[in-house]
């Protein structure tokens, strides 16, 4: 992937340099030149190549994800580090006899 915009780089900064050395080119030309060829091209480029990665990279992160929630989830239930589960927060309403 980035060996073809390396080339395309290159190929663009000599059109550019072209345009600004013609005797009838002109420096506005040659910046034109590299935004229009150059520079919009390739940063389209480069994000439609980098989709892959960038999939690559977010399902890794969910999946790590769901491994960091269940060991938060455990400390919650068991914040004494028993394997028993936590009591009512509510105390059992007592009759009297």
Do not use: F, H
């Not at 480069?46 to 960091?68: D, F, N, Q, V, W």
Request: glycine content about 8%.
């Amino acid at each position: 992937m980035y060996l073809i915009a390396m080339a395309w780089g290159y190929v663009v900064l000599m059109m550019t340099a072209a345009e600004a050395t013609s005797a009838s080119g002109s420096l506005l030309g040659a910046l034109i030149t590299l935004l229009l060829y150059g520079v919009l091209p390739l940063s389209l480029l480069t994000y439609i190549l980098g989709t892959p990665g960038r999939k690559r990279r977010r399902r890794a992160a969910e999946a790590a994800a769901p491994s960091a929630a269940a060991s938060d989830i455990a400390s919650t239930i068991a914040p004494d580090g028993s394997s028993q589960a936590p009591g009512s927060a509510v105390a059992a309403e007592r009759k009297e006899a």
